[in-house]
């Protein structure tokens, strides 16, 4: 591999599959986001 060829990779799936959260993490931030009276953006 060369120089920056890792993170390309990475981008590349991150692209296709999203970013990877911890399990729980989209509830929290969606309930954050009702009691804020924020519009939840995450699909």
Do not use: H, S, Y
């Not at 799936?13 to 995450?42: H, I, S, W, Y």
């Amino acid at each position: 591999m060369v120089a920056g060829e890792p993170e390309d990779l990475i981008e590349a799936e991150r692209n296709q599959t999203g970013v990877p959260m911890p399990p729980g993490l989209r509830d929290r931030l969606k309930e954050l986001a009702e009691k804020c009276g924020a519009e939840f953006l995450l699909t």
